[in-house]
């Protein structure tokens, strides 16, 4: 049975995925038990990298963790990650063939869409939750509200330009119950191998998005 929007939202401890881009695979693990173990309990790793996929492999073994595949932007590559072990799949864009594919394997679809009419299209796609991207340049928590209004059904992901100071405004809103963000997991923390600072950043950000 695939993972829903609200599922993964009362999975994650902190209600914030982080978006990670990696460059060396033997960091996946590491990583993945960091986030936990600051109450953090999922994460988008993006196809922007080589490494991605097979980071993908082995953080979907990290007890606690939920991990998604980010940057998909086409049928095989939801194929690919679902195969890895990815449990949600995250686009850029609003595309009906991956859509079409996540639904297929079984898997929650969270694409991006910036305008009233991509919304409209997702919810024709049987859609519930969609990502807003990139939400910080197109009318960030504003814009959401104003969605709200001819679609109060549909939840939003805000994605691009979140940060810890502006998360709450966003949550704050009954559409969006997760924000997406990359604070606590710079590529440089990453390859610099600081796993207790990225701790240090997911628990506070885990004691300040749930207090």
């Not at 998604?68 to 932007?73: Q, S």
């Not at 991956?98 to 679809?109: K, P």
């Not at 990502?131 to 197109?138: E, S």
């Not at 604070?183 to 600081?194: F, G, H, K, N, Y």
Request: glycine content about 10%; proline content about 5%.
């Amino acid at each position: 049975m695939a993972l829903t929007a609200t599922e993964l939202a009362a999975s994650a401890g902190a209600p914030v995925v982080p978006v990670i881009v990696i460059d060396d695979a033997e960091h996946a693990v590491a990583l993945g038990e960091a986030l936990v173990a600051g109450g953090i309990r999922t994460a988008e790793v993006t196809f922007r990298t080589s490494a991605g996929l097979e980071s993908i492999r082995r953080m979907a073994q990290v007890d606690g963790l939920v991990v998604g595949a980010g940057t998909v932007i086409d049928p095989e590559g939801v194929q690919r990650a679902v195969d890895a072990g990815a449990r949600f799949i995250v686009s850029p864009g609003l595309d009906e063939e991956v859509v079409n594919r996540c639904r297929d394997l079984d898997v929650l679809a969270l694409p991006g869409v910036a305008t009233a009419s991509e919304v409209q299209h997702a919810m024709r796609l049987g859609l519930q939750a969609v990502k807003l991207f990139p939400a910080g340049v197109i009318g960030g928590a504003k814009l959401i509200s104003a969605l709200g209004g001819p679609f109060p059904d549909m939840q939003f992901m805000p994605s691009g330009g979140v940060s810890l100071a502006s998360a709450p405004e966003y949550l704050a809103l009954a559409s969006v119950s997760l924000v997406s963000g990359s604070w606590m997991v710079s590529r440089e923390l990453i390859a610099s191998q600081r796993f207790g600072e990225i701790e240090r950043i997911s628990r506070q950000t885990t004691e300040a998005l749930t207090a």
